[in-house]
């Protein structure tokens, strides 16, 4: 499954909060986001447009540049994981439920 930097900037944002010691209410007050939509985006269910990632970084006290580095160096550790726990496919090879239907032959009429 593919990572999404959503759910990376998500978890950097909880983070931030949490490290804090700071509640959702506390942040989507002082970022003036509404505190469903602030939950969303850190669990990764929104995408967050450039201008509210800006107001929950400045309601957390963080860079927007600290946010967007730490969640692409979370992304490349998920997606190196990812990579090195996926199987690759076998070349050549035949599943067993797989089943190939020949069609007759059928002859033609030469006009």
Known sequence: MAVLLREVIGDVLRDARTSQGRTLREVSDTARVSLGYLSEVERGRKE???????????????????????????????????????????????????????PQPVAMAVA
Do not use: F, H
């Open 48 to 102: 967050a447009s450039s201008e509210l990632l800006g107001a929950i970084c400045t309601a957390l006290d963080v860079q927007l540049s600290r946010v967007l580095t730490d969640a692409g160096e979370k992304m490349a550790d998920r997606e190196r994981m990812a990579r090195l726990t996926s199987v690759p496919p076998a070349d050549n090879v035949i599943d067993v439920a797989t089943k190939v239907v020949i």
